[in-house]
């Protein structure tokens, strides 16, 4: 099964791919857990990426693109993949169907989070306190200015997807608005159609 996780920051992305993978077992593909990592260990690509992420703004598509391709030939993916905050751009939805179609593969379903743009903020300000009381480091576009800009690199470049994924018969949505268990049950509930 390959599927893609789409919605704004903090609609849910990261926290339903985690429960996709305990329940199918296969891997989470969340380019943003890949470029902190990146930024982390200081290589050259996460040099080139961190300023742009700190700011809120999306990757290049080039990083990006040649991150997921050389993800998606590892041997945990052979069975399939949840691309988490992966694509983001139409030249990204692009670049996965060539890469897909390269390697025999295609697209089970693109499921959308929708959510209340108004509740997001709460949610990654309530993370970022979380961390905080943890004493966990907290992610650097954790807080309101940053992700202002977040959302808006969403509506500008990453809102688009819905259309594009909509006409080519891949879009499903649940409410990302409900608790995080029924949420779960809506993405369940649609993998089971798709794979029926
Ligand atoms: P990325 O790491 O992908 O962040 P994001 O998309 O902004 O999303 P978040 O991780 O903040 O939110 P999420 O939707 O995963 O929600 P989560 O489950 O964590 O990207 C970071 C940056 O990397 C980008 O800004 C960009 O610079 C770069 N980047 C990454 N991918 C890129 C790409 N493809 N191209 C270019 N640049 C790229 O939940 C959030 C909080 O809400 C949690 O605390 C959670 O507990 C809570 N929560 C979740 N669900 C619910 C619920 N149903 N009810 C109540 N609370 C909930």
């Not at 060539?98 to 499921?111: K, P, Q, S, T, Y």
Request: with cysteine; glycine share 8%.
């Amino acid at each position: 099964m390959r599927l893609i996780l789409l919605g704004p920051p903090g609609a849910g992305k990261g926290t339903q791919a985690q429960r996709l993978v305990e329940k199918h077992g296969i891997p989470q593909l969340s380019t943003g857990d890949m470029l902190r990592a990146a930024v982390k260990a200081e290589t050259e690509v996460g040099k080139r990426a961190k300023a742009v992420m700190d700011a809120g703004e999306l990757v290049s598509d080039e990083i990006v693109n040649a991150i997921v391709a050389e993800r998606i030939d590892q041997d945990d993916c052979a069975r399939g993949f949840i691309l988490d905050g992966y694509p983001r751009t139409l030249v990204q939805a692009d670049a996965v169907a060539d890469m897909l179609a390269e390697r025999g593969m295609f697209l089970d379903v693109v499921i959308e989070l929708v959510v209340d743009d108004k509740a997001l903020v709460g949610r990654i300000l309530k993370r970022a306190e979380e961390a905080r009381a943890a004493g966990q480091p907290v992610r650097k576009d954790d807080n309101a200015e940053v992700f202002d800009e977040r959302l808006r690199e969403y509506y500008k470049k990453t809102a688009p997807l819905i259309g594009y994924y909509y006409a080519n018969d891949l879009l499903q949505q649940v409410d990302g608005m409900a608790a995080m268990d029924d949420v779960t049950a809506q993405i369940e509930e649609i993998i089971a159609a798709t794979l029926r």
